[in-house]
């Protein structure tokens, strides 16, 4: 496949949980009122999402190594249209969190499969390019679910958004169908549980491994934060109805897509593993302007510049630490980048748990957004002490870093 082709599907693939997520932030407020219930159970719709999306990476991305990517993205999809369609009748909010748990499972295998379709077919700063081309990408789709999602809410009801997940589940089988070829021989041997408990072990050892992929959690952690407390500061404290929340959620996806657009024009100057220590001073100084919300009077600006400016950072991130977690590790690509979207989505569960315990959402939203940044900032501190294990390749007439080039595992355990 071209590296078009892949960027496009990747995208697709990669979209499927944030879109599951954001197109679903402008109906929380109406969820609220139509059941009954309280702002705490309405999040754990939110929370149960996160631990599903979380804890099915660690199946999907091994049974695609054993049984091939579009299977298993067929399969999962499937999971998720028809949890969607459990949502839109829902009863209840049990059944509501019920299917919305099974649509995070469903929408799990976006994240691990396009990360390994993209190591399937590239490497090194081709990688880096690839995963920043998904992520301008990405950032268009979750920048307008919002506003799709509000005047969905406003104009159809709260419902329609589950009309809406089903569409696209449906979309993304019928690209995956027709415009995706298998990238990895099959090989049922790696459904051995103990083989897999293994390279999970041995990926959860590794200092490399598991410093990239931290530096990213606590980036991305942030943004699921976000997802559990913006809709109560913006809709209840200050007032937004459903689209005007919608439409003010441009500000964030907009800043993550300006950012990936100075980045890739950066990377033809520098690799893209220098452009990391630029987007983590961006992703600290919005942490820190975060916690000028105790002090001021809040306005729609003053919540929201912080987070477009802890945004942007996470583009310059992204890409080369995903490439730098997963390059040494070909033969276990899907394990790799189960874990990986394990260790990003836990955070978002304990971020989104842990916003529910705080009864006031502006202090929620100031603890969390810099205790997030500081886990970046410090992972990726620790994996810049030991350079040693992932020694660049660089590329040709740019200014290069560590893209973790070589196998780390043993011979014959990758």
Known sequence: MSFRRVSLIGALFIATG????????????????????????????????????????????PLSDALGRRPVIIGFMLTF????????VAPTIETLIAARFMQGVGASAG??????????????????????????????????????????VTH???RSVFVAMTLFGAAVIAVTLWG????????????????????????????????????IAGSIGAIYALATILPFILMQRLGLSPTEFGMGMLLQSGSFLAGSLVFRQLMY????YRLVVPGLVFIALGSGLVLTLLVVELTFLRVMLP???????????????????????????GAASSL????????????????????????????????????????????????HLAEPEPRRGAISGPPAGRSLMPPGDD
């Open 180 to 215: 995706m070829r298998e990238t990895v021989i099959p090989d049922r041997s790696r459904l051995n549980l103990g083989d897999l408990g293994r390279s999970y072990v041995t990926l959860a050892l590794n200092r490399h491994f598991m410093t990239t992929s931290m530096t």
């Open 156 to 158: 159809a009801g709260w």
């Open 111 to 152: 994240v691990a499969i396009s990360r390994a379709l993209v190591r399937d077919m590239f490497e090194g700063d081709e990688s880096s390019r690839i995963m920043n081309l998904m992520g301008i990408i990405l950032a268009v789709a979750p920048a307008l679910a919002p506003t799709v999602g509000g005047v969905l």
């Open 340 to 387: 990986m979207g394990f260790l990003q989505m836990g955070a978002g569960l304990l971020v989104g748990s842990l916003a529910a315990l705080f009864d006031d959402p502006v202090i929620a939203l100031a603890v969390l957004i810099p205790m997030m940044g500081l886990v970046a900032c410090l992972s990726y501190i620790i994996y810049r002490r030991h350079p």
């Open 307 to 333: 987070v477009a400016v802890y945004t942007f950072g996470i583009a310059f991130v992204m890409p080369a630490m995903s490439t730098a977690a997963l390059a040494p590790f070909p033969r276990i690509a």
């Open 81 to 88: 249209a028809v949890a969607s369609l459990l949502a839109l």
């Open 18 to 61: 944030p879109i599951a997520m954001s197109l679903y932030t402008p109906a929380m407020a109406e969820v609220v009122a139509a059941y009954g219930t309280s702002n705490a159970l309405v999040k754990m719709t939110l929370t149960l999402y996160f631990a599903g999306f979380a804890c099915a990476q660690l199946i999907a991305g």
């Open 269 to 272: 100057r520098y690799s893209a």
